[in-house]
């Protein structure tokens, strides 16, 4: 015996079919982070620094200054910069890359060559392998404030600057992601 009513399925079928097309959809809402990833930066640029010839990769320094994050009104150092050291293996097998987010310190020299596990990783893989650090740019010193701050205590304390102002400007978030 069949418990389904072939009637009564084709029906609700139906009236959720109708639902669908008359009840409004959820659209998602333009947020801060699409505005300021979204917002051309004339300050951005990148330059090749050296390139390094292995027997199963290349490996590539570039410089890369990938915004200006507020004004000299509101902290110290406004241009962000970034080591990026990209690894692509001779025998690409895929189309899709990796990417590690590093910390680190602004002011210190190029690295010299990849790290051993990034190269590694592409070669085994045979896929491209990034690495960006610098993420947050740091230490930086905010207008009024005592002291350089440095990852978290960065990160909070831009946080704490937009829940007083509502200045959607200050997370440090928002440029922490765009540099990717």
């Not at 000299?72 to 962000?80: E, F, P, S, Y």
């Not at 899709?96 to 990849?114: C, D, H, Q, R, Y």
Request: aromatic fraction near 8%; hydrophobic fraction near 35%.
């Amino acid at each position: 015996m069949n418990k389904y009513d072939p009637n009564k399925l084709s029906r609700i079928l139906v009236a959720l079919a109708v639902c669908c097309i008359i009840c409004p959809r959820a659209t998602a809402k333009e947020t801060a982070l699409d505005r300021y990833v979204a917002k051309p930066d004339p300050a951005y640029e990148y330059s090749v620094v050296s390139t390094i010839e292995g027997k199963r990769s290349t490996t590539y320094i570039l410089s890369m200054t990938s915004q200006q994050f507020l004004t000299k009104a509101d902290v110290d150092r406004t241009l962000w910069k970034h080591w990026i050291v990209i690894v692509k293996p001779h025998r690409i097998k895929h189309e899709t890359s990796l990417i590690v987010i590093g910390g680190g310190s602004n002011g210190k020299e190029p690295p010299k060559k990849a790290e051993d596990y990034m190269s590694q990783i592409a070669i085994k893989t045979g896929s491209v392998v990034t690495g960006l650090g610098m993420v947050p740019n740091q230490p930086l010193r905010f207008v009024g404030d005592t002291r350089d701050r440095y990852e978290d205590a960065l990160i909070a304390y831009t946080w704490d600057k937009y829940l007083r102002t509502g200045d959607e400007r200050w997370p440090a978030r928002l440029p922490m992601t765009k540099a990717v």
